[in-house]
């Protein structure tokens, strides 16, 4: 059983980095594949922690099994110290924990504006009764100036990097703790990269706490506290980002294409 410096009724943190996810033995499967063995990791409030490794080591199945869309998993997953390993999707997002898929899912028939409605949740509290970061559509649109461009755009006449940009912002309609964000360089230009590294920077200044899945390895130095190296869907490493990118032992093996 994991240890959380939250009890059931989210008092106050027992320290200023509380764990705001805590994922224990996390095993998943595809069918009869095993995917992922025993992961365990931790995200803090404030904290960005890349999850990294080659394709196929298991970074978005890690996330997936976290927010229960993988249909066979154990472990335990805490979330703001409850076990939310039973929730469904829809509750774990109401929870606070925000989900940013690899193939965005956008409302292609929906505009920009009406895709960021559908992301709307109320505005949340941490517990100590401060209040939590509070997203709206102006503070999305200084965030994200190319969206602010195109609000009454469809989401299907927009390029893969805005459908990103959207994606991301639509989930921060839903005012989350914590975002799981996966793969979000992959596939866009180097302008939108460096975009999106700002993007993360600022979240993270705002104390959103993001868990990042990732193989672009400068950009991940560039937001991240923390890493995790997977491979074969165990954990390889885990330590600073500093630590992770002075050690050529380390990348090599797992990292390097």
Not at 105 to 115: G, S
Not at 128 to 133: E, F, I, L
Not at 203 to 219: A, C, T, Y
């Amino acid at each position: 059983m994991m240890t959380s410096p939250y009890n059931e009724n989210l008092d106050i943190p027992s320290q200023a980095r509380a764990a705001l996810l805590e994922v224990g033995n996390l095993s998943a499967w595809y069918g009869a594949a095993q995917i992922l063995f025993d992961v365990n990791l931790q995200v803090g409030q404030g904290e960005v922690v890349a999850l990294m490794g080659r394709n196929g080591a298991g970074k978005s199945t890690t996330l997936k099994a976290i927010m229960s869309l993988m249909e066979k998993r154990h472990g335990e997953v805490h979330f703001m110290g409850r076990n939310i390993s039973l929730l469904s999707p829809h509750e774990i997002a109401r929870l606070g924990l925000g989900f940013v898929p690899e193939d965005r899912r956008i409302f292609t028939d929906l505009t920009v504006n009406e895709n960021l409605e559908v992301g709307r949740q109320a505005s949340r509290i941490w517990p100590d009764g401060t209040p939590a970061p509070v997203w709206t559509r102006d503070k999305l649109f200084t965030l994200f100036p190319n969206l602010g461009e195109m609000p009454n755009r469809l989401g299907g006449r927009m390029s893969g990097g805005e459908q990103q940009m959207l994606t991301v912002a639509r989930t921060l309609m839903g005012n989350p703790y914590l975002i799981l964000l996966d793969e979000p360089s992959e596939g866009v230009s180097p302008l939108l990269v460096e975009q999106m590294a700002q993007m993360m920077m600022e979240l993270k200044s705002r104390g959103v706490s993001i868990l990042l899945s990732e193989q672009n390895l400068h950009f991940a130095q560039i937001v991240s506290d923390r890493a995790y190296v997977l491979e074969k869907g165990q954990i390889r490493y885990s330590g600073s980002m500093a630590e992770l990118s002075s050690n050529e032992e380390i990348r090599r093996a797992y990292l390097s294409v």
